[in-house]
């Protein structure tokens, strides 16, 4: 079974930096392409960035463009959001998910459900 957990949220300034991971556990992690999504208090669940399986396509909502990086360790089955210039409407709980292709993933086709996220907070 599929299963993709989030870790590394923290509460930090604004202007500051974080960065996630989702690690990949019960599939071959080079056939899953894998996307971030948020979702704040009241709003809809975002998608945030999307990875290929390959690493070679990366794609980012408009919010996070510049700011927002994806990234993929395929020795570690992991796949990194890192964030810089965090603003204070980047505060939500954030998720990870994945497809068998990054078309699949633009779909919103996943995989499995979704996971427990993991708490961002930017506040001073």
């Known amino acids: 079974q599929v299963q993709l957990v989030e870790s590394g949220g923290d509460l930090v300034h604004p202007g500051g930096s974080l960065r996630l991971s989702c690690a990949v556990f019960?599939?071959?992690?080079?056939?899953?392409?894998v996307g971030w999504y948020r979702q704040a208090p009241g709003n809809k669940r975002e998608r945030v960035a999307t990875i290929s399986r390959g690493g070679s396509i990366t794609r980012y909502a408009d919010s996070v463009k510049g700011r927002f990086t994806i990234s993929r360790d395929n020795a570690k089955n992991t796949v990194y959001l890192q964030m810089t210039s965090l603003k204070p409407e980047d505060a939500a709980a954030y998720y990870c998910?994945?497809?068998?292709?990054?078309?699949?993933?633009?779909?919103?086709?996943?995989?499995?459900?979704w996971g427990q996220g993991t708490q961002v907070t930017v506040s001073s």
């Open positions: 998910n994945g497809a068998s292709s990054h078309a699949a993933l633009l779909k919103s086709t996943f995989l499995t459900s």
């Open positions: 019960g599939t071959i992690f080079s056939d899953v392409a």
